[in-house]
């Protein structure tokens, strides 16, 4: 049987080195980049719409590789081959996908192989299949329901396990500003769901307090849990505030990081869980920040937010000397206003200030890609243990081959996605990577009175390996 605790921390851990990296070309960087890793194979998985961007998702288990996707004619599908083979068995759902960059699909593959899909809600009904024979596309269901209570309004399906290798389902219920992060687990004897986590995992601070929180999370080399969330009270992102933080081994107990115990649900303005209480309309961006853990599984937070002179910058938060320490990283020269499309329009909001963790030296020192809305982009080396910019060639481990970001198609609009593999590879040197393109992502309320056929983006599972490096 395959170790999941091994596969959600490789997943997790190579996910967040380089989330949101979506540009096809990138600058030359001033400091070294150790290319350790190389595409030896690509593997055509099948042709998909890419009008408009939705994640897809990838699972390795054993000599089995698992791919859940939208095609061509944006029906939702499961897709299995074995590892050495090229050729895939195709299941089409009936489900297909509608005009919204929510509308992603997720994926997980419990301890006895059944293989449960979800995908296509924005506070929508639960869509739910599971396969009835292990390890067996051609058997999926449509099944809908887990608990069938708080299903009618589902929004962030995610698969993922705790440190017992079950399989665990967390969504949103409910809308933006009045919805609740809620986690069933799969017993796989009975077959049945259960609710989790009795309570939500966040909650306003009374009735009227109409703010969501949007998280993310990492598991450090013991299986800890370090999750991460930022307040907005409404829909528009300028209303983003608060960053907090609390880590679990289990997503019952809960700590903050002084290691005091935190009770759910996590509410605003606690004090004990507050990274930066940087207020509403204070430059925060709810899809702009970020978690990496340091060798030494020390929790390091990057976010941008409006400076004192009310330009938008690069912040890291860490803890020193027993306490969350926040330092301003850049020096940009602009402020992003956060202005919102009218409906029925084309332009969308701009890409502001963006980051990604790159990866460590062997120094440990942390490598940071940045780019803005102004054109300029760069690389920053920070020292963690101070938070200070480290003024000397490094060399940064990268995580996945230079050449990844290379197009795939002549659409002009279109870039590269990655999704990287919510399983692990049998051979330790190898890695798999899912890779397309597509259109910008694009709310619901934006969709064309008719939508497109096109453009088409092949679908592709990249096998990198390892390789010697002098």
């Known amino acids: 049987m395959f170790n999941v605790k091994k596969i959600l921390w490789s997943f997790i851990i190579v996910s967040l080195l380089l989330s949101g990296c979506q540009n096809s070309t990138r600058e030359k960087e001033p400091h070294g980049v150790l290319s350790e890793k190389r595409v030896v194979k690509e593997i055509f998985v099948d042709s998909v719409w890419a009008a408009n961007r939705v994640w897809f998702a990838l699972q390795t288990v054993g000599n089995m590789q698992f791919v859940a996707y939208y095609d061509r004619d944006r029906m939702m599908t499961v897709a299995s081959r074995e590892l050495e083979s090229e050729t895939w068995t ?8 509608r005009w919204d960059s929510h509308n992603s699909v997720a994926m997980g593959i419990d301890k006895k192989g059944y293989i449960h899909v979800s995908g296509n809600m924005h506070v929508d009904p639960l869509v739910y299949f599971r396969s009835e024979k292990p390890f067996d596309v051609t058997s999926m269901v449509e099944r809908n329901q887990m608990l069938g209570i708080n299903e009618g309004g589902v929004t962030y399906p995610r698969f993922f396990y705790n440190n017992d290798q079950d399989l665990l389902f967390s969504y949103r219920s409910g809308t933006c500003g009045n919805g609740n992060i809620l986690v069933n687990r799969f017993e796989t ?26 998280h993310r999370f990492v598991r450090d080399s013991d299986g800890i849990f370090h999750f991460i969330w930022m307040w907005r009270w409404t829909p528009h992102v300028e209303t983003s505030h608060q960053i907090c933080y609390a880590t679990t081994p289990d997503l019952i107990s809960w700590k903050n990081a002084e290691g005091e115990d935190i009770d759910l649900p996590f509410r605003p303005d606690n004090e004990k869980l507050i990274v930066d209480g940087t207020p509403s309309k204070g430059g925060m961006h709810n899809s702009r920040y970020n978690i990496i853990l340091t060798p030494d599984d020390e929790p390091v937070i990057g976010y941008v937010k409006y400076d004192e002179n009310g330009l938008t910058q690069l912040y890291l938060a860490k803890i020193i000397d027993g306490e969350w320490a926040s330092r301003k990283i850049s020096d940009w020269n602009f402020r992003w206003e956060f202005l919102h499309p ?39 080396i920070i020292d963690t243990e101070t938070l200070s910019h480290v003024d000397k060639e490094v060399v940064i481990h990268a995580g996945l081959p230079e050449n990844i970001y290379d197009r795939i198609t002549d659409e002009p609009d ?9 399983g692990i590879a049998p051979e330790e040197h190898i890695q798999y990577v899912l890779k397309w393109e597509s259109m910008r992502p694009s709310h619901g309320r934006f969709a064309p009175e008719v939508i497109p056929e096109g453009p088409l983006s092949p679908l592709k599972v990249l096998e990198i390996r390892s390789q010697e490096v002098e």
């Open 189 to 214: 004897e009975s077959k049945k769901w259960e609710r989790y986590m009795k309570e939500a995992l966040f909650e306003g601070v009374e009735e009227s307090d109409t703010r969501a929180a949007y």
């Open 342 to 380: 009218p409906a029925g329009s084309n332009e969308r909001m701009t890409i502001g200030g963006s980051f990604d963790f790159a990866g460590f030296s062997s120094e440990g020192y942390l490598g940071i890609d940045w780019e803005t809305e102004t054109g300029d982009s760069g690389r920053y």
């Open 90 to 97: 195709r299941q089409t759902l009936p489900n297909r996908l």
């Open 414 to 422: 279109m870039s590269v996605r990655l999704r990287f593999d919510n």
